[in-house]
């Protein structure tokens, strides 16, 4: 079962394409976008958690 109108799909995709900056990444569907917002906020809580080894790697001016 299609849980999205595809009619709808297509006239979103119509109204992108014929913006003046079109989206490189766009996300169709309101559990999509759901889902995209988990694996965000995952992937920044990863990388949050090394912020201070990552940012200690700068080559120190001797």
């Given at each position: ?60 001016n001797a």
């Open positions: 079962m299609q849980g999205g109108d595809p009619a709808k799909l297509g006239a979103a995709l119509v109204q992108l394409v014929g913006s003046a900056e079109p989206p490189v990444c766009w996300v169709a569907g309101a559990d999509a976008f759901a889902a995209l917002e988990q694996k965000a906020k995952t992937l920044l809580d990863q990388a949050g958690a090394h912020r201070d080894l990552s940012s200690s790697l700068a080559r120190d």
